[in-house]
């Protein structure tokens, strides 16, 4: 596989998690930077919800037809072997703001 790009979705079996974590196979927004991605084999990565909540951490995104909400308040490092299945890319750039905000 090559390496994950920014703005890349891929279905990811996020299990085992603890507590509050947003757990089972799910897809994910990959968030991280594609230099990162090419020299490690871990990605940092938000999953999707099809919840929508009003939040200031979360960010709207259209897939596969319908609106989704990508969870940047659970970005998670992955190993790039949990990402099973790639999806769509997508424009990671609202995303990214956000998380400027969240940790600026």
Not at 78 to 85: E, I, M, P, T
């Amino acid at each position: 596989m090559n390496a994950p790009r920014q703005g890349d979705v891929f279905w990811a079996n996020l299990d085992p998690t603890l507590g509050r974590e947003i757990r089972k196979r799910r897809p994910v927004l990959v968030v991280s930077p594609d230099e990162m991605n090419g020299m490690l084999s871990t990605v940092v990565a938000a999953p999707i919800t099809a919840a929508a909540r009003p939040w200031p951490t979360r960010c709207a995104i259209r897939l596969r037809g319908r609106t989704s909400s990508v969870a940047l308040d659970q970005i998670r490092c992955l190993d790039a072997q949990r990402l099973v299945r790639y999806i769509a890319h997508v424009d990671a750039r609202p995303a990214l703001r956000i998380l400027q905000e969240m940790f600026a």
